[in-house]
């Protein structure tokens, strides 16, 4: 995987702690350096990265933009084109932690 479990954990607990902007750098680091390769793992990657700008921007109280960089997210994540990644079921928790703090933070009880 480009990107390590370390990253991955440092990307959540970044998340959690509302520090989106920082989420969205720490990832970028590793998107960047693999942008021109088309695979499903750095589309995956971008896509995570497009779910803290989605969250930043929801912060700042613009929430159509959130919106829209949301469909981004789940256009960009699409797990079943990594069904054979060694690292499928590590995506697959990000992506439910992802979509799980996303209902939370734009629907508060």
Known sequence: MIVDDRIIIKFKELIVSQ???EAHELLEVYWFANRHDKSCE???IKGFINA????????RGK??????????YL????????IYHPNIDELKGVKTF??????ELKNPL
Do not use: M
């Open 52 to 59: 803290a700008v989605s969250f930043e921007l929801f912060q």
């Open 98 to 103: 992802l979509d799980d703090y996303n209902v």
């Open 75 to 82: 256009r960009l994540v699409v797990l079943e084109d990594l």
């Open 63 to 72: 929430v159509s933009q959130s919106d829209k960089v949301w469909q981004n």
């Open 19 to 21: 520090k989106f902007y």
């Open 42 to 44: 750095v589309r995956v």
